[in-house]
């Protein structure tokens, strides 16, 4: 869906037209009363649920969790998922053709924020026909879009969904994206962010920012499962190949597959909405504040093996909520899974969303 | 029914009450004072089956250890807040009742009263300590890890100058319960607030 009406971004530029392009699952019903919107974090995009052709190696990101049955149930919601602006998988982003110039965006590309992001899927919305959402889902950056919609547009949402998420990042988290930025930047092949002009791709740097994200959406322990100190190739033996961890050769390949697939600008773009996203920013910096602009009613998850978004920070948001005389439900998943947790299937984790799904109206 | 605390409270409560439940279980009692009494509850406990239980009926919980000081919830946030049979599993039991005191603008308190005749008397009798057909457990393996008597817990409540408003034992149709409640009240459910 192409939008011709200007989007005053929050960084004060402009985008004069922007793409957006969504996936929804399920029927509306007649009385509109059933729309539920889905979130998604850092590297998802519009692409849920579901296989798009019998070719497909993997479904949507989120397929465990949406499907007929599934906790977000499509024989009784109608699920809009939509890919942010900035992204680099079909809406406007770093890698699309600028209208002003012909050229790529590039470098030029604005910053956007949460906030923008949530204006863009409210306009969705109101082309779609929808006036209210049922629920606003999101995991880790995608649970930040939900909080800020909840405070952002109280009488929009009945219902707040968030998993793995933070009212802002911790220090420790921007330096991790910190991080990932200048092993990007680090990349001659980056080229200051234009470098589908040069014709190239800084794949190194991107590869590295990824193995970086990745480390910390694991869990010790399950990295310790899954690969010990296991060799995957060579030994210690003076004559032998060089020897490489199985851990090494994971982390390698995760780096470049995501490198073939995403873009470093939309990459650095990402890692900064998420730096900037303040919640408390809605309340003069009290988050209790924040929060009591909410009419919603929340269900908050945490992972108990999740240090990246750990559950302590899904407990301050809680306390808001409570403090400020909220309803929310509260769960941390037992889980090895980091924070990887919210995309992954976990029985107590499925049946708790199933259950409390049930009090959203379809 | 062997806990016959349930109807106390649901007697008790008020109707339209912002009402803590501390260790809700499955939220049984919870969704019973929800719709018979209409209140807006909050239910809290640790054990995810429970979790999804009380999900499931509809409630609100939250998955905290009241152990844990509760410094989450505000000074008088609640107008009741309740802990019905897990008094005993708890670790510091004194410390969670001053702080629900403090919590809510009144407390109600249930829990099996282990000065029963017929705990008494199995212990007198056997000389092992009593299962009963409510408290199964043995006691190397039980969670049921502080039992007290309806005379500890209104012993322990003036230690803590909490007072207690109003007492009510099962059984207490029985004039034996309500003569001597140390030795005939199976259950003892009290609402008490701070002095």
Redesign the interface.
Known sequence: MCFDEPLFLRSGEVLEEYTLVYETYGQLNAEGSNAVLVCHALSGNHHAAGYHSEADAKPGWWDTMIGPGKPIDTNRFYVVSPNNIGGCDGSTGPSSISQSTGKPWGSLFPQVTVEDWVETQKRLAEYLGISHWAAVIGGSLGGMQALEWSVRYPSWLSHCVVFAAAPGLTAQNIAFNEIARQAIFSDPQWMQGDYALAETVPEKGMALARMVGHLTYMSADKMSDRFGRELRQGSFEPDDEEPIFQVESYLRYQGSQFAGRFDANTYVIMTRALDRFDLASHGQGNLTEALGKATA?FLIVSFSSDWRFAPNRS?EI??AL??SGK????????SDAGHDGFLLEDD?YM??VS??M??VAS | MLRGDIDTILDWVKQGSRVLDLGCGDGELLAALTKQKGVSGLGLDIDASNLIAAIDKGLCVVQQNMEDGLSNFNAKSFDVVIIAFSLQVLTRPHNVLERVVDIGNEAIVSFPNFGHWRSRLSLLLSGRMPKTKALPYSWFDTPNIHFCTVADFEQLCDQLEIKIIERKTSDSGHILAKLWPNLFAKTASYRIKRT
């Open positions: 009613e407990r809680v306390d409570l403090a309803k929310v439900t509260y769960a941390d998943i037992e107590d049946a708790l259950a409390w049930k009090r």
